[in-house]
Protein backbone atom coordinates (compact mmCIF):
# COMPACT_ATOMS: atom_id res chain seq x y z
CA UNK A 1 0.00 0.00 0.00
CA UNK A 2 2.65 2.26 1.16
CA UNK A 3 4.54 1.40 -2.33
CA UNK A 4 1.31 2.49 -3.97
CA UNK A 5 0.44 5.76 -2.57
CA UNK A 6 4.78 6.81 -3.29
CA UNK A 7 4.26 6.01 -6.64
CA UNK A 8 0.98 7.54 -7.22
CA UNK A 9 2.79 10.98 -5.95
CA UNK A 10 5.53 10.46 -8.01
CA UNK A 11 3.02 10.15 -10.53
CA UNK A 12 1.32 13.40 -9.83
CA UNK A 13 4.65 15.33 -9.60
CA UNK A 14 5.75 14.06 -12.90
CA UNK A 15 2.38 14.74 -14.67
CA UNK A 16 2.70 18.77 -13.17
CA UNK A 17 5.91 19.39 -14.52
CA UNK A 18 5.44 17.84 -17.34
CA UNK A 19 1.85 19.74 -18.18
CA UNK A 20 4.53 23.23 -17.65
CA UNK A 21 4.12 25.56 -20.52
CA UNK A 22 1.82 22.77 -22.43
CA UNK A 23 -1.67 23.58 -23.61
CA UNK A 24 -4.50 23.59 -21.27
CA UNK A 25 -5.47 20.15 -20.26
CA UNK A 26 -8.26 20.04 -17.66
CA UNK A 27 -8.27 16.77 -15.19
CA UNK A 28 -10.22 14.36 -14.92
CA UNK A 29 -13.61 15.76 -12.49
CA UNK A 30 -14.74 14.38 -10.07
CA UNK A 31 -18.38 14.14 -9.90
CA UNK A 32 -20.03 17.44 -8.19
CA UNK A 33 -16.58 19.00 -9.05
CA UNK A 34 -16.57 21.98 -11.99
CA UNK A 35 -13.62 22.86 -14.15
CA UNK A 36 -12.57 26.64 -13.23
CA UNK A 37 -13.83 27.89 -16.21
CA UNK A 38 -17.31 27.38 -14.85
CA UNK A 39 -18.38 25.08 -17.87
CA UNK A 40 -19.70 21.40 -16.03
CA UNK A 41 -17.38 17.91 -17.41
CA UNK A 42 -18.50 14.88 -16.82
CA UNK A 43 -15.25 12.41 -15.26
CA UNK A 44 -13.56 11.61 -17.76
CA UNK A 45 -12.25 7.50 -17.76
CA UNK A 46 -9.17 6.50 -19.79
CA UNK A 47 -8.30 4.29 -20.87
CA UNK A 48 -11.34 1.96 -20.83
CA UNK A 49 -10.59 -1.39 -22.23
CA UNK A 50 -13.63 -4.07 -23.73
CA UNK A 51 -12.64 -7.00 -26.19
CA UNK A 52 -8.69 -6.10 -26.20
CA UNK A 53 -9.03 -2.43 -27.93
CA UNK A 54 -7.93 0.36 -25.30
CA UNK A 55 -9.96 3.70 -25.86
CA UNK A 56 -7.56 7.06 -24.98
CA UNK A 57 -9.63 10.14 -23.60
CA UNK A 58 -8.10 13.15 -22.92
CA UNK A 59 -9.69 16.56 -22.06
CA UNK A 60 -7.58 19.61 -23.71
CA UNK A 61 -10.06 21.74 -25.77
CA UNK A 62 -7.29 24.55 -26.02
CA UNK A 63 -4.91 21.79 -28.10
CA UNK A 64 -4.57 21.78 -31.85
CA UNK A 65 -3.00 18.21 -31.91
CA UNK A 66 -3.21 15.24 -30.26
CA UNK A 67 -1.64 11.77 -30.36
CA UNK A 68 -0.37 8.50 -28.28
CA UNK A 69 2.55 6.80 -28.40
CA UNK A 70 2.49 3.44 -26.78
CA UNK A 71 4.55 0.11 -27.37
CA UNK A 72 1.56 -1.09 -29.12
CA UNK A 73 2.22 0.17 -32.11
CA UNK A 74 2.48 3.25 -34.54
CA UNK A 75 1.46 6.56 -32.97
CA UNK A 76 -2.53 7.03 -33.17
CA UNK A 77 -4.10 10.61 -33.85
CA UNK A 78 -6.72 11.46 -30.91
CA UNK A 79 -9.91 13.04 -33.09
CA UNK A 80 -11.34 15.99 -30.99
CA UNK A 81 -14.56 16.10 -29.73
CA UNK A 82 -17.02 19.21 -29.40
CA UNK A 83 -16.81 18.85 -25.87
CA UNK A 84 -13.01 19.43 -26.13
CA UNK A 85 -12.46 15.60 -25.61
CA UNK A 86 -10.01 13.92 -27.73
CA UNK A 87 -10.14 10.12 -28.28
CA UNK A 88 -9.01 7.21 -30.30
CA UNK A 89 -9.39 3.38 -29.97
CA UNK A 90 -5.93 0.88 -30.83
CA UNK A 91 -6.79 -2.71 -31.00
CA UNK A 92 -7.45 -5.67 -30.66
CA UNK A 93 -4.27 -6.14 -28.50
CA UNK A 94 -3.09 -9.64 -27.29
CA UNK A 95 -3.24 -9.47 -23.02
CA UNK A 96 -0.30 -7.95 -21.60
CA UNK A 97 0.72 -4.71 -19.87
CA UNK A 98 1.18 -1.92 -22.01
CA UNK A 99 2.55 1.64 -22.05
CA UNK A 100 1.80 4.73 -23.75
CA UNK A 101 1.76 8.77 -23.33
CA UNK A 102 0.39 11.65 -25.19
CA UNK A 103 1.46 14.04 -27.28
CA UNK A 104 -0.40 17.47 -27.32
CA UNK A 105 0.63 20.01 -29.60
CA UNK A 106 4.30 18.33 -29.21
CA UNK A 107 4.69 18.13 -25.70
CA UNK A 108 4.68 14.85 -24.09
CA UNK A 109 2.89 13.93 -20.85
CA UNK A 110 1.43 11.20 -19.21
CA UNK A 111 -2.19 10.21 -19.15
CA UNK A 112 -4.29 12.27 -16.24
CA UNK A 113 -6.93 10.31 -16.21
CA UNK A 114 -4.63 7.17 -15.62
CA UNK A 115 -3.57 6.50 -11.50
CA UNK A 116 -1.26 3.74 -13.25
CA UNK A 117 2.18 5.20 -14.05
CA UNK A 118 5.42 3.81 -14.63
CA UNK A 119 8.47 5.86 -13.19
CA UNK A 120 11.88 5.50 -14.45
CA UNK A 121 15.19 7.39 -13.56
CA UNK A 122 14.91 10.09 -15.43
CA UNK A 123 11.48 12.38 -15.80
CA UNK A 124 11.33 11.79 -20.20
CA UNK A 125 10.28 7.59 -19.51
CA UNK A 126 7.22 8.13 -17.37
CA UNK A 127 4.78 7.05 -18.96
CA UNK A 128 0.99 5.48 -18.13
CA UNK A 129 0.53 1.98 -18.04
CA UNK A 130 -2.59 -0.50 -18.87
CA UNK A 131 -3.44 -3.83 -19.06
CA UNK A 132 -5.38 -5.84 -21.18
CA UNK A 133 -6.58 -8.51 -19.56
CA UNK A 134 -6.35 -12.41 -20.62
CA UNK A 135 -8.78 -15.36 -19.80
CA UNK A 136 -6.31 -16.88 -17.70
CA UNK A 137 -4.05 -15.60 -14.87
CA UNK A 138 -0.92 -14.65 -16.81
CA UNK A 139 2.65 -16.13 -16.00
CA UNK A 140 3.36 -12.69 -14.20
CA UNK A 141 0.58 -11.87 -12.19
CA UNK A 142 0.07 -12.94 -8.53
CA UNK A 143 -1.54 -15.95 -8.19
CA UNK A 144 -2.48 -18.11 -5.33
CA UNK A 145 0.70 -19.39 -3.87
CA UNK A 146 3.51 -19.08 -1.21
CA UNK A 147 5.31 -15.51 -1.74
CA UNK A 148 8.56 -14.28 -1.39
CA UNK A 149 9.85 -10.83 0.19
CA UNK A 150 11.21 -8.00 -1.37
CA UNK A 151 13.72 -6.17 1.37
CA UNK A 152 15.16 -2.85 0.56
CA UNK A 153 18.76 -2.20 1.60
CA UNK A 154 20.77 0.44 2.43
CA UNK A 155 24.57 0.47 1.82
CA UNK A 156 27.53 2.40 2.01
CA UNK A 157 29.69 1.83 -0.98
CA UNK A 158 33.53 2.17 -0.29
CA UNK A 159 34.39 1.38 -3.69
CA UNK A 160 31.82 4.72 -4.69
CA UNK A 161 32.36 6.52 -1.99
CA UNK A 162 28.54 6.94 -1.29
CA UNK A 163 25.33 5.44 0.11
CA UNK A 164 23.22 3.16 -2.20
CA UNK A 165 20.53 1.33 -2.51
CA UNK A 166 19.25 -1.85 -3.01
CA UNK A 167 16.29 -4.59 -3.48
CA UNK A 168 16.78 -8.10 -2.10
CA UNK A 169 14.02 -10.80 -3.03
CA UNK A 170 13.77 -13.80 -0.46
CA UNK A 171 12.53 -16.75 -1.62
CA UNK A 172 9.20 -18.23 0.40
CA UNK A 173 10.08 -19.70 3.46
CA UNK A 174 13.72 -18.23 3.87
CA UNK A 175 12.99 -17.14 7.33
CA UNK A 176 11.61 -20.21 8.55
CA UNK A 177 14.11 -22.91 7.04
CA UNK A 178 16.98 -20.84 9.06
CA UNK A 179 19.62 -23.39 7.77
CA UNK A 180 19.06 -23.65 4.22
CA UNK A 181 21.56 -21.69 2.02
CA UNK A 182 20.60 -20.07 -1.27
CA UNK A 183 22.24 -19.58 -4.10
CA UNK A 184 22.12 -15.72 -5.84
CA UNK A 185 21.16 -14.16 -8.77
CA UNK A 186 22.15 -10.37 -9.17
CA UNK A 187 19.60 -8.80 -12.00
CA UNK A 188 20.62 -5.59 -13.48
CA UNK A 189 18.15 -2.83 -15.15
CA UNK A 190 18.20 -1.24 -18.37
CA UNK A 191 18.94 2.49 -19.30
CA UNK A 192 16.24 5.35 -17.32
CA UNK A 193 15.22 2.31 -15.13
CA UNK A 194 16.26 1.73 -11.28
CA UNK A 195 16.94 -0.96 -8.48
CA UNK A 196 13.22 -0.65 -8.27
CA UNK A 197 11.81 -2.16 -11.59
CA UNK A 198 12.30 -5.15 -12.11
CA UNK A 199 9.70 -6.14 -9.41
CA UNK A 200 7.99 -2.96 -10.08
CA UNK A 201 7.56 -3.65 -13.95
CA UNK A 202 9.23 -6.42 -14.73
CA UNK A 203 7.33 -8.58 -11.92
CA UNK A 204 10.13 -10.63 -11.06
CA UNK A 205 9.24 -11.88 -7.55
CA UNK A 206 5.55 -12.59 -8.72
CA UNK A 207 6.97 -14.35 -11.65
CA UNK A 208 9.75 -16.39 -9.61
CA UNK A 209 7.28 -17.15 -6.70
CA UNK A 210 4.76 -19.08 -9.57
CA UNK A 211 7.69 -20.72 -10.86
CA UNK A 212 8.70 -21.80 -7.42
CA UNK A 213 4.80 -22.74 -6.88
CA UNK A 214 5.40 -25.45 -9.66
CA UNK A 215 8.89 -26.52 -8.88
CA UNK A 216 10.14 -25.22 -12.20
CA UNK A 217 12.58 -24.30 -10.57
CA UNK A 218 15.65 -24.10 -7.28
CA UNK A 219 14.84 -21.31 -4.90
CA UNK A 220 17.08 -18.74 -4.87
CA UNK A 221 18.22 -15.26 -3.41
CA UNK A 222 18.02 -12.19 -6.21
CA UNK A 223 19.81 -8.61 -5.53
CA UNK A 224 18.54 -6.12 -7.78
CA UNK A 225 21.11 -2.76 -7.66
CA UNK A 226 21.11 0.46 -8.93
CA UNK A 227 22.55 0.59 -12.34
CA UNK A 228 24.21 3.62 -12.28
CA UNK A 229 27.95 3.74 -11.08
CA UNK A 230 28.74 6.34 -8.50
CA UNK A 231 24.97 7.33 -8.29
CA UNK A 232 23.80 8.20 -4.44
CA UNK A 233 20.79 7.09 -2.88
CA UNK A 234 18.22 10.09 -3.05
CA UNK A 235 15.73 9.01 -1.21
CA UNK A 236 12.72 7.77 -3.63
CA UNK A 237 14.95 6.05 -6.66
CA UNK A 238 13.83 8.55 -8.91
CA UNK A 239 16.86 11.09 -10.44
CA UNK A 240 19.21 11.85 -13.01
CA UNK A 241 22.61 10.47 -13.94
CA UNK A 242 25.64 12.74 -13.25
CA UNK A 243 26.07 15.01 -16.44
CA UNK A 244 29.81 13.58 -17.70
CA UNK A 245 28.08 9.63 -17.25
CA UNK A 246 28.98 8.82 -20.77
CA UNK A 247 26.28 7.33 -23.00
CA UNK A 248 24.46 5.12 -21.04
CA UNK A 249 24.11 7.51 -17.58
CA UNK A 250 26.69 6.33 -14.98
CA UNK A 251 29.93 4.96 -14.58
CA UNK A 252 30.58 1.70 -15.94
CA UNK A 253 34.19 1.01 -14.13
CA UNK A 254 32.10 2.21 -10.63
CA UNK A 255 29.32 0.22 -10.86
CA UNK A 256 31.75 -2.79 -11.52
CA UNK A 257 33.39 -2.55 -8.27
CA UNK A 258 30.14 -1.52 -6.27
CA UNK A 259 28.82 -5.47 -7.73
CA UNK A 260 32.34 -6.91 -7.07
CA UNK A 261 33.93 -5.16 -4.05
CA UNK A 262 30.86 -3.91 -1.99
CA UNK A 263 27.72 -5.85 -2.95
CA UNK A 264 28.74 -9.54 -3.36
CA UNK A 265 30.70 -9.69 0.08
CA UNK A 266 27.35 -7.56 1.92
CA UNK A 267 24.83 -9.93 0.47
CA UNK A 268 26.83 -13.21 1.53
CA UNK A 269 27.42 -11.82 4.69
CA UNK A 270 23.65 -10.47 5.54
CA UNK A 271 21.91 -13.52 3.66
CA UNK A 272 22.48 -17.45 3.84
CA UNK A 273 24.21 -17.57 0.36
CA UNK A 274 26.17 -20.79 -0.95
CA UNK A 275 29.26 -18.03 -1.50
CA UNK A 276 30.85 -19.75 -4.12
CA UNK A 277 30.67 -18.84 -8.09
CA UNK A 278 29.10 -22.14 -9.04
CA UNK A 279 26.02 -20.27 -7.30
CA UNK A 280 26.07 -16.77 -8.44
CA UNK A 281 24.55 -15.67 -11.70
CA UNK A 282 24.31 -12.37 -13.25
CA UNK A 283 21.50 -11.33 -15.63
CA UNK A 284 20.29 -8.14 -17.52
CA UNK A 285 18.10 -6.26 -19.96
CA UNK A 286 19.67 -3.39 -22.49
CA UNK A 287 21.99 -1.46 -20.37
CA UNK A 288 21.89 -4.18 -17.79
CA UNK A 289 22.46 -6.51 -20.24
CA UNK A 290 25.73 -5.59 -21.56
CA UNK A 291 26.83 -4.76 -17.84
CA UNK A 292 26.23 -8.33 -16.77
CA UNK A 293 28.11 -9.80 -20.00
CA UNK A 294 30.83 -7.55 -19.16
CA UNK A 295 31.45 -7.61 -15.80
CA UNK A 296 30.12 -11.58 -15.62
CA UNK A 297 32.43 -12.66 -18.95
CA UNK A 298 35.15 -10.56 -17.22
CA UNK A 299 34.61 -12.06 -13.68
CA UNK A 300 34.40 -15.75 -13.90
CA UNK A 301 35.90 -16.27 -10.49
CA UNK A 302 33.11 -14.79 -8.81
CA UNK A 303 30.44 -15.78 -11.59
CA UNK A 304 29.27 -19.02 -13.27
CA UNK A 305 26.25 -17.70 -15.00
CA UNK A 306 26.08 -15.12 -17.62
CA UNK A 307 22.92 -13.70 -18.96
CA UNK A 308 22.53 -10.67 -21.88
CA UNK A 309 19.04 -9.42 -22.90
CA UNK A 310 18.19 -7.29 -25.36
CA UNK A 311 21.70 -6.22 -25.95
CA UNK A 312 25.49 -7.03 -27.25
CA UNK A 313 29.00 -6.78 -26.06
CA UNK A 314 29.75 -5.49 -29.25
CA UNK A 315 28.37 -2.87 -31.50
CA UNK A 316 26.83 -1.35 -28.80
CA UNK A 317 26.23 2.51 -29.03
CA UNK A 318 28.37 2.90 -25.51
CA UNK A 319 31.61 4.98 -26.32
CA UNK A 320 34.55 2.20 -25.52
CA UNK A 321 35.79 4.65 -22.33
CA UNK A 322 32.78 3.95 -21.12
CA UNK A 323 31.86 0.25 -21.97
CA UNK A 324 35.53 -1.04 -21.69
CA UNK A 325 37.27 -3.41 -23.78
CA UNK A 326 36.01 -6.28 -26.45
CA UNK A 327 35.76 -9.09 -23.69
CA UNK A 328 35.34 -12.02 -25.74
CA UNK A 329 39.47 -11.61 -26.93
CA UNK A 330 40.20 -12.82 -23.59
CA UNK A 331 37.78 -15.92 -23.35
CA UNK A 332 39.02 -16.65 -27.01
CA UNK A 333 42.85 -17.10 -25.82
CA UNK A 334 41.62 -19.52 -22.58
CA UNK A 335 38.27 -21.14 -24.46
CA UNK A 336 38.88 -24.81 -22.90
CA UNK A 337 39.29 -22.75 -19.19
CA UNK A 338 36.13 -20.87 -19.71
CA UNK A 339 34.00 -23.02 -21.17
CA UNK A 340 34.76 -25.28 -18.29
CA UNK A 341 34.04 -21.87 -15.82
CA UNK A 342 30.94 -21.15 -17.43
CA UNK A 343 27.92 -23.28 -16.41
CA UNK A 344 25.62 -20.32 -18.64
CA UNK A 345 26.13 -17.91 -21.15
CA UNK A 346 22.67 -17.18 -22.08
CA UNK A 347 21.49 -14.50 -24.85
CA UNK A 348 18.34 -13.48 -26.06
CA UNK A 349 16.63 -10.76 -28.15
CA UNK A 350 13.62 -10.14 -30.14
CA UNK A 351 13.87 -9.82 -33.75
CA UNK A 352 12.27 -6.38 -33.99
CA UNK A 353 14.71 -4.61 -31.04
CA UNK A 354 17.21 -2.86 -32.50
CA UNK A 355 19.60 -4.10 -30.06
CA UNK A 356 19.18 -7.54 -32.07
CA UNK A 357 22.55 -6.43 -34.54
CA UNK A 358 24.37 -6.40 -31.09
CA UNK A 359 23.12 -9.36 -29.95
CA UNK A 360 23.96 -11.08 -33.25
CA UNK A 361 27.22 -9.78 -33.49
CA UNK A 362 28.23 -11.26 -29.83
CA UNK A 363 26.58 -14.51 -30.73
CA UNK A 364 28.33 -15.04 -33.89
CA UNK A 365 31.73 -13.66 -32.59
CA UNK A 366 31.94 -16.16 -29.53
CA UNK A 367 30.59 -18.76 -31.92
CA UNK A 368 33.95 -17.80 -33.98
CA UNK A 369 35.86 -17.97 -30.23
CA UNK A 370 34.64 -21.47 -29.70
CA UNK A 371 32.94 -20.12 -26.31
CA UNK A 372 29.69 -22.56 -26.00
CA UNK A 373 26.43 -20.50 -25.28
CA UNK A 374 22.74 -20.34 -26.20
CA UNK A 375 21.09 -17.83 -28.40
CA UNK A 376 17.89 -16.93 -28.36
CA UNK A 377 15.83 -15.03 -30.81
CA UNK A 378 12.14 -14.33 -30.16
CA UNK A 379 9.38 -12.27 -31.47
CA UNK A 380 9.20 -8.62 -29.79
CA UNK A 381 11.06 -5.70 -29.39
CA UNK A 382 12.35 -3.74 -26.70
CA UNK A 383 9.98 -3.77 -23.74
CA UNK A 384 8.74 -5.33 -20.29
CA UNK A 385 6.32 -7.65 -22.21
CA UNK A 386 10.08 -9.73 -23.53
CA UNK A 387 12.49 -9.32 -20.80
CA UNK A 388 9.22 -10.88 -18.11
CA UNK A 389 9.04 -13.46 -20.60
CA UNK A 390 13.38 -13.99 -20.82
CA UNK A 391 13.13 -14.10 -16.88
CA UNK A 392 10.23 -16.88 -16.79
CA UNK A 393 12.46 -18.97 -19.61
CA UNK A 394 16.17 -18.59 -17.94
CA UNK A 395 15.14 -18.74 -14.29
CA UNK A 396 14.68 -22.87 -14.91
CA UNK A 397 18.14 -22.79 -16.28
CA UNK A 398 20.13 -21.29 -13.48
CA UNK A 399 21.58 -23.56 -10.85
CA UNK A 400 20.68 -26.89 -11.83
Not at 104 to 124: A, E, F, H
Not at 342 to 359: F, S, V
Request: glycine content about 10%; charged content about 20%; proline content about 7%.
Amino acid sequence: MATTKRIRGLAAAGCAMLLMGAPTVLPAQEPGMRPASGASAAPLVSPTIADGRATFRLRAPEAKGVSVSGDFGPDVALTRGADGVWSATVGPLPPEEYVYFFIVDGVRLPDPSNPQVKIGYVTSTTTSLFTVPGKDIAFHEVQDVPHGEIRTLLYASRSNGTTRELNVYLPPGYDANSRERYPVLYLLHGFANDHHSWHRYGRANDILDNLLAKKAIKPFIVVMPLGYGGASVNGDGNGIPPADAGAFGGDFALYERDILEDIVPMIDSRYRTIANRENRAIIGFSMGGMQAGRFGLAHLETFSHVGIMSAGLLGNPASAANAGPDPIAPLAARKDEANRQLKLLWIACGREDTAMAGARSTHEALEKAGIRHTFVETEGAHHWRVWRRYLRDVAPLLFR
